[in-house]
């Protein structure tokens, strides 16, 4: 129903920056909700920063500071600016959305795409 397709992962060096961009196919469903998790080896998915359509944000803690969230609603965009990256950010970063169907939240995922910070 909903497609989502990450890019923008890679390499970096402790202190440089990323910019991940995800770009969802809606088939006319409204994204109430985009954001990214992540999942480290070893470690459980966690939220890492979340942005309603009424511009409301949410961040792990971890994140406060370093990352900005930002979107497009017109044309389904989500991107997520990593700053002052560390080793700890290590991890594989997963876009999300979610949308009303038949009146039932639905999550969506993107692939997930790899992001690697050497000390």
């Known amino acids: 129903q909903v497609q989502l397709v990450e890019s923008g992962g890679g390499l970096v060096q402790a202190g440089g920056s990323l910019r991940l961009s995800c770009t969802a196919s809606?088939?006319?469903?409204?994204?109430?909700?985009m954001g990214w998790y992540r999942q480290a080896p070893g470690k459980q998915r966690e939220l890492v920063a979340s942005l309603t359509s009424g511009d409301k944000t949410t961040y792990v803690d971890s994140v406060k500071g370093r990352f900005t969230i930002s979107r497009d609603n017109a044309k389904n965009t989500c991107d997520l600016q990593m700053n002052s990256l560390k080793p700890d950010d290590t991890a594989v970063y997963y876009c999300?959305?979610?949308?009303?169907?038949?009146?039932?939240?639905?999550?969506?995922w993107g692939q997930g795409t790899q992001v690697t910070v050497s000390s």
């Open positions: 999300h959305a979610r949308h009303l169907s038949e009146g039932e939240s639905v999550f969506s």
């Open positions: 809606t088939n006319g469903f409204r994204l109430y909700v």
